[in-house]
T-cell receptor
């Protein structure tokens, strides 16, 4: 029943490790996104993919690499984790209508990443 | 550049009070979309409303209402007869209206609403 799901919900790891967060949507949408919410609750776009093609890459360090194996999945891999990567990462999806844009984005439950 | 300002960082009210959350936006686009999302203490982001720049009609959904005024670049959100379950962080967001979609949401910093019993 879950529309946009993320795993894991919590991730605690040491500095320098590599980790991945998975996202899946069953809404039949063709666009998926990653957002980062920092400790002050500020939400900022990181990436978006449309039909497995990278559309937005918002000056994110190249330690972050999104991968979209198909339209329903968008995973986020992070290399060499740093303390500053601690945040909540949200996946979202929307359906491109090809008209005037501005489609509603539906969010997953978030993954809280803590880097020690 | 697009920008969303939510000047109220925190608001605290007593149950049954009405409360208005302010949102002011900046954009050079003529076509754009405005959104409100709710983030309850459990952490998920819940979509509340989407409004395009050509539709200035106010909207009411139960105890929630939205006032969109292009003249002042504002998209304010009012909760009537607030309840404890309304306690959450509320985000206003803006996206461009470009053909093909896939536009990012630009969020305000959020307003934390606490409704006390």
């Amino acid at each position: 029943d879950t529309a946009v799901s993320q795993t894991p919900k919590y991730l605690v790891t040491q500095m320098g490790n590599d980790k991945s967060i998975k996202c899946e949507q069953n809404l039949g949408h063709d666009t998926m996104y990653w957002y980062k919410q920092d400790s002050k609750k500020f939400l900022k776009i990181m990436f978006s993919y449309n039909n497995k093609e990278l559309i937005i890459n918002e000056t994110v360090p190249n330690r972050f690499s999104p991968k979209s194996p198909d339209k329903a999945h968008l995973n986020l891999h992070i290399n060499s984790l740093e303390l500053g990567d601690s945040a909540v990462y949200f996946c979202a999806s929307s359906q491109t209508t090809g008209l005037a844009g501005g489609e509603t984005q539906y969010f997953g439950p978030g993954t809280r990443l803590t880097v020690l | 550049a697009q920008k969303v300002t939510q000047a109220q960082t925190e608001i605290s009210v007593v149950e049954k009070e009405d409360v208005t959350l302010d949102c002011v936006y900046e954009t050079r686009d003529t076509t754009y979309y405005l959104f409100w999302y709710k983030q309850p203490p459990s952490g998920e982001l819940v979509f509340l409303i989407r409004r395009n720049s050509f539709d200035e009609q106010n909207e009411i959904s139960g105890r929630y209402s939205w006032n969109f005024q292009k003249s002042t670049s504002s998209f304010n959100f009012t909760i009537t007869a607030s309840q404890v379950v309304d306690s959450a962080v509320y985000f206003c967001a803006l996206s461009r209206g470009t053909q093909g979609g896939s536009e990012k949401l630009v969020f305000g910093k959020g307003t934390k609403l606490t409704v006390n019993p």
